[in-house]
């Protein structure tokens, strides 16, 4: 879902199914290379859209943009890529709906989850 905070009141649904690559997946530097380079760079989607509907987004309140943060850039950038991938072996085994994301086997950190052990 896409809302538009500035202009013209519009709220945009996509409707689809999604795949994710991972690091180790053959078409991960193709996409990857689309985005600005980020250490913690760990999943891609690639969006298969079957259906689009708009609706009058009038209830959609104003926003102003100001900037982009930095935060998550300096953080990741920080821990390097072996503090990302323990990091990745801590926190994102599972999505935040409950499912399997299969990040250690699709980006091959075993070496990480084997020091942990």
């Known amino acids: 879902m896409f809302c538009s905070f500035e202009g013209k009141p519009l709220i945009l649904r996509a409707y689809g199914k999604a795949r994710v690559l991972h690091q180790k997946d053959k078409e991960w530097k193709k996409y990857n290379s689309k985005f600005p380079l980020s250490v913690a760079a760990r999943q891609i989607f690639i969006l298969d859209i079957h259906l689009v509907q708009s609706s009058c987004g009038m209830s959609v309140p104003y926003f102003s943009y100001n900037c982009d943060r930095d935060d998550l850039a300096k953080w990741s950038e920080k821990q390097g890529t072996d503090g990302i ?22 980006t091959g950190i075993t070496d990480v989850v084997n020091s942990n052990t």
């Not at 991938?85 to 086997?105: A, M, P």
């Open 85 to 106: 991938e323990q990091y990745w072996v801590k926190k994102n085994q599972k999505s935040i709906d409950g499912f399997k994301t299969d990040i250690i086997e699709r």
